[in-house]
């Protein structure tokens, strides 16, 4: 069965650190790898990622995907109370017409 | 502006009831989506469709329909077979295809039964 595992579930930081959230998957016929951010409401897309070992940055987010090791990286440098959400991951997969498979999603809070 | 709506905000029902959710787009995307979220968990596909007049049944189908008369909306009847209505429902479009972009979401519903 295909699925998709973030870790840690929730984590609880001080401004100005810098945190990593990992999400690991096993499907299928995978296609690409996508992070959200979900503040209460609609999720924001962050990043897709579909090629191993090539670094996507905004701003003070970053994400890499290993797909030999089958697992992605979410890091966010120096902190911000605005930063505390839910960030999601999700997988598409080839001939899946767009059914994403969703991570539980890492709950950050980050403290003044 | 371009972008999804989904109304209402917050909607409460009796039990037994059917209740129907909005949700239009005009991004002119072909697919469009259905998720329904739970605390501490994350999103699950109720339906989907690729294009006007079809749609498919995701994970979680049970006691919920579609339509998709319309390329700009895809609404979601919450009939009163669904044992466990109360839930974030989320709806999302993209473009469709081999070479689809991401998803992208409504601002939610929250339903919640009374």
């Known amino acids: 069965e295909d699925k998709v595992v973030q870790s840690p579930l929730s984590l609880v930081v001080h401004e100005g650190d810098t945190v990593t959230l990992n999400c690991s998957y096993e499907?299928?016929?995978?296609?690409?790898l996508l992070w959200y951010k979900q503040e209460k409401k609609a999720p924001t897309f962050l990043f897709m990622l579909?090629?191993?070992?090539i670094e996507k940055k905004s701003g003070r987010l970053s994400s890499i995907l290993d797909k030999k090791e089958l697992f992605s990286i979410l890091n966010i440098t120096a902190t911000q109370t605005g930063d505390s959400a839910v960030y999601l991951c999700?997988?598409?997969?080839?001939?899946?017409?767009?059914?994403?498979?969703f991570g539980k999603g890492t709950k950050l809070s980050v403290k003044p | 502006d371009g972008g999804i709506t989904q109304s209402p905000k917050y909607l409460f029902r009796k039990e037994g009831q059917n209740v129907t959710l909005s949700c239009e787009q005009n991004?002119?995307?072909?697919?469009m989506y259905w998720y329904r979220q739970d605390p501490g968990q994350g999103l699950r596909l109720i339906y989907y469709s690729q294009i006007v007049n079809d749609f498919q049944k995701g994970d979680i189908a049970e006691g919920y329909s579609v339509s998709r008369e319309k390329k700009e909306s895809f609404p979601l009847t919450v009939t009163s077979a669904q044992k466990n209505p109360t839930a974030f429902y989320l709806c999302a479009s993209s473009t469709s295809g081999v070479q689809r972009d991401t998803q992208y979401f409504g601002p939610g519903t929250r339903l919640t039964v009374l």
């Open positions: 991004l002119n995307h072909d697919a």
């Open positions: 499907v299928t016929n995978f296609r690409s």
């Open positions: 579909t090629s191993s070992g």
């Open positions: 999700a997988v598409d997969r080839l001939g899946s017409q767009g059914n994403l498979i």
